[in-house]
């Protein structure tokens, strides 16, 4: 497998432009999250999906931000409009799900995408 | 909300010297994890303790557990070069182990 695949790798934009990032989850796994790396905040959760439902997004940060997963292989994180402060690294990440004996909870991280926002 | 609170935020040793980072959490947990981060690439899961362990090791890697204190620590013994990374540790909060939080990292620099 070719693991987490987030695209695009770097992304910039002025402010005011809809910005749109995707991430294409390991097979098979059933959970994804995003991530916002910065270096004042370090690494915060945005939102994660369990089978392409959204379980908690309490750490989006406003209405301009969204993310669907409209099926098992596929992921988007939108900012519209987006503003200066947003510009951070975006870190998609997969992982197997709960049960059986074996820990799944190993999350498996993109190589994320650096965004700036001028 | 940040779950683990590593220390120190940055720790410079010399190559061949042990490094240890810390790291502390709140909230009950089913396993811990630590992870590192070289610059510019996504985080990599180094090793997983489950809450019923107190010590585990991988390689040159050895992890501890103190429920009681709820605190972990991270020893990467005979420290080389490309051993400089930031790391992090990782728990899941409650009984929903894919909800997992990571702490500010220790930022770990490796002179040759």
């Known amino acids: 497998d070719a693991g987490v695949i987030q695209s695009p790798r770097h992304e910039v934009t002025e402010m005011g432009q809809e910005v749109t990032l995707r991430c294409k989850p390991i097979?098979?796994?059933?959970?994804l999250f995003w991530y916002r790396q910065t270096m004042m905040r370090g690494l915060e959760l945005l939102i994660y999906f369990n089978n392409n439902v959204p379980i908690d997004d309490s750490g989006m940060p406003e209405d301009r931000f969204s993310a669907k997963m409209p099926n098992a292989s596929f992921s988007t994180l939108k900012i519209q409009p987006s503003e200066p402060r947003d510009s951070a690294v975006y870190f998609c990440?997969?992982?197997?799900?709960?049960?059986?004996?074996?820990?799944?909870?190993?999350?498996?991280f993109g190589a994320g995408t650096r965004l700036s926002v001028l | 909300s940040q779950q683990g609170e590593e220390d120190p935020q940055a720790l410079s040793i010399q190559e061949g010297e042990n490094a240890t980072m810390n790291c502390s959490y709140k909230?009950?947990?089913?396993?811990l994890q630590w992870y590192r981060q070289n610059s510019g690439r996504g985080l990599v899961h180094l090793i997983l303790i489950r809450s019923n362990e107190r010590e585990k090791h991988s390689g040159r890697l050895r992890v501890t557990l103190d429920t009681s204190k709820k605190s972990s620590s991270l020893l990467i013994t005979a420290s080389r070069a490309a051993d400089t990374a930031s790391y992090f540790c990782a728990t899941a909060r409650g009984y929903n182990n894919n909800d997992m939080r990571f702490g500010a990292g220790t930022r770990l620099t490796v002179k040759p």
């Open positions: 097979s098979g796994h059933d959970y």
């Open positions: 909230t009950s947990i089913n396993n």
């Open positions: 990440a997969s992982s197997l799900g709960t049960g059986g004996r074996k820990a799944k909870n190993i999350q498996y």
